[in-house]
């Protein structure tokens, strides 16, 4: 009786899960965007603290960007860093004949606060957002200004996400590489269909007429970026040929902290934009349903569906036992113990990030190698 309520429950928080599995693979397809005939300009607004020792590439990735420099303005905000970042970041940007405006935030303001204020200081109509410690490929900002502007009816979009390239990558960097294989493809089904906001703060893409400023409440800025756009009867998209690289913490509790409070963010902002499901479109009746799901009752049904399955293991018949470990000793041969792995640890985050709500994680800390 254990074994089947165990497995019952484990169904049941795989469930959303399944849906998107057979979404991605027979459901529709957003394709290419269509090529820029002439390049939209653009603001750029970049949040930084404490990132002295990647500035400077970072501003030598944008630069290198196949968006034309004459094209785009770079505000920068140093969020009260207590290291060179602001003079590093000054000097990169002028070296790099890159027109941008530098700002110091007198105290810690934390992402949201620091891009509205960057949002006052902007020139043009098109803001990107992007984050101090990330590299974009070279088309990844043309990919996204060219969808973003490819329909009135898109008020939003943003890049996909994965660790950044190395010789070596970590253990940390292969369950966040089969995790985000998996998440993009989700977001990209959705995009397709009508709308996700699931955004990657990465890179973020949208239009000032639409948006005046941030959400400044609780959750993710990028989530409520794409929730406002919703809300407002426009699309919020996940461009995928849109690439941008994030460096992984080499240590697993630097990742934990790290996706614990992206976690907790992504779940206020689910749960303070519950009324959005009364709107009648794909996106309020079938994905954000099966999204909050996820964030909330899956988490919880795969642990306790899981102590309840080995408990009923432990105390059944050697059969039983034998059965499971022949199961288990299947998936590793299949190849699907990697995936397992990445799915069982995203449940885990979502589990710390349900029982660190409340608390105040709008101020980051730098997770860049030091």
Request: with cysteine; aromatic share 12%; net charge positive.
């Amino acid at each position: 009786m254990l074994i089947l309520l165990g497995c019952i429950f484990l169904a049941v928080s795989a469930f959303p899960y399944l849906v998107y599995g057979f979404g991605i693979i027979f459901g529709k397809k957003g394709g290419v965007p269509p090529k820029l005939n002439k390049f939209p300009p653009i603001s750029i607004i970049i949040s930084a603290y404490n990132e002295a020792n990647v500035i400077q590439r970072r501003v030598d990735n944008i630069a290198s960007s196949s968006y034309p420099k004459e094209k785009y303005e770079v505000i920068f905000i140093d969020d009260c860093s207590d290291d060179n970042t602001f003079v590093i970041a000054e000097k990169a940007l002028a070296d790099a004949d890159i027109s941008f405006k530098i700002i110091r935030n007198e105290d810690r303001r934390g992402t949201n606060r620091s891009y509205n204020r960057g949002l006052k200081s902007a020139s043009y109509d098109l803001i990107v957002t992007t984050d101090a410690d990330v590299f974009f490929e070279k088309d990844s900002l043309k990919n996204l200004v060219s969808r973003l502007v490819s329909d009135d009816n898109i008020a939003a979009a943003c890049s996909d996400m994965f660790p950044l390239h190395s010789s070596e990558i970590n253990r940390t960097g292969k369950y966040e590489q089969k995790y985000r294989s998996v998440y993009g493809r989700m977001c990209g089904w959705e995009s397709a269909n009508d709308s996700t906001y699931n955004f990657n703060g990465g890179l973020v893409a949208f239009k000032r007429d639409i948006f005046s400023e941030i959400c400044e409440g609780k959750g993710a800025d990028d989530a409520n970026t794409a929730f406002e756009a919703i809300r407002r009867g426009f699309r919020a998209y996940y461009e995928t040929s849109a690439i941008v690289f994030e460096d992984i913490p080499v240590n697993l509790k630097d990742q934990s902290r790290q996706k614990i409070r992206r976690a907790t963010r992504l779940i206020e902002a689910t749960l303070s934009n519950l009324d959005v499901l009364r709107m009648s479109r794909p996106f309020s009746r079938i994905f954000f349903p099966l999204r909050i799901m996820m964030v909330t009752i899956s988490p919880l049904l795969f642990f306790l569906g899981t102590g309840i399955l080995c408990v009923g293991l432990l105390i059944s018949s050697l059969l039983n036992i034998y059965l499971g470990i022949a199961i288990v000793a299947i998936l590793v041969v299949l190849g699907v113990s990697r995936f397992a792995q990445s799915f069982a640890v995203n449940q885990y985050y979502l589990l710390r990030g349900l029982l660190r709500l409340g608390t105040d994680v709008s101020v980051w800390e730098s997770t860049s190698k030091k």
